[in-house]
């Protein structure tokens, strides 16, 4: 689209101030598939230029994630959180360690709140992703854009409830642990990022 560019460590589409992945809810039984689980209407999904399946995980409804990066000057760790709501991906916060260039807070979008630590946290903005889906340009290792677990369920308790579902197999469920590296992936590559329903 006319406008937009892609920038180091940030989505493409409505300004998104940084990006995005994973606090995800409860999974009933600890490393054991829930029906709920099995049958998750929705998953997070990573995908190439191509359309092809990198990274899929079941997203449940009031499930959340966040992507995590190292910003490519300062080389902190920046985060994005988003959330399934009612099958809409939301953006709801962001971590912000610095007011490192390209790293500030826009007025009147979320409330600005000290982390206790000199960054901040960019609280309630709540916006909506456009199609569900965002563009990246995935960054080198030394940037590791990846996926985070944040809060229960870990994304170990994730995977494992996902690969003891009947049909375990038919996702792009990656064999690593924690984090998932879209880095390692397909650094330098164009991906999207989306939450999509499956049928």
Not at 26 to 41: E, F, K, R, W
Request: proline share 6%; charged share 25%.
């Amino acid at each position: 689209m006319a406008g937009r560019r892609f920038m180091a460590g940030r989505a493409s589409g409505l300004a998104l101030p940084a990006l995005g992945l994973v606090t995800l809810m409860t999974v009933a039984g600890a490393g054991q598939a829930s029906d709920a689980d099995c049958d998750a209407l929705f998953t997070l999904s990573v995908r190439d230029a191509e359309g092809a399946a990198l990274v899929e995980l079941p997203m449940p409804d009031g499930a959340g994630w966040c992507l995590a990066w190292n910003h490519s000057v300062e080389g902190f760790e920046v985060l994005d959180c988003y959330r399934n709501l009612g099958g809409a991906m939301v953006l709801e916060r962001s971590h912000l360690p610095d007011f490192a260039a390209g790293l500030d807070h826009v007025p009147g979008r979320g409330r600005q709140v000290s982390d206790g630590q000199g960054g901040y946290w960019i609280e309630d903005i709540d916006e909506p992703v456009p199609g569900n889906r965002y563009r990246l340009r995935v960054g080198a290792k030394r940037v590791d854009h990846r996926l985070v677990s944040r809060g229960e369920p870990t994304l170990e308790t994730l995977i494992k409830a996902r690969a003891d579902c009947p049909d375990g197999d038919s996702l792009a469920v990656p064999a690593a642990s924690k984090p998932i590296s879209l880095s390692d992936l397909a650094a330098g590559r164009l991906v999207s990022v989306g939450l999509e329903r499956r049928d």
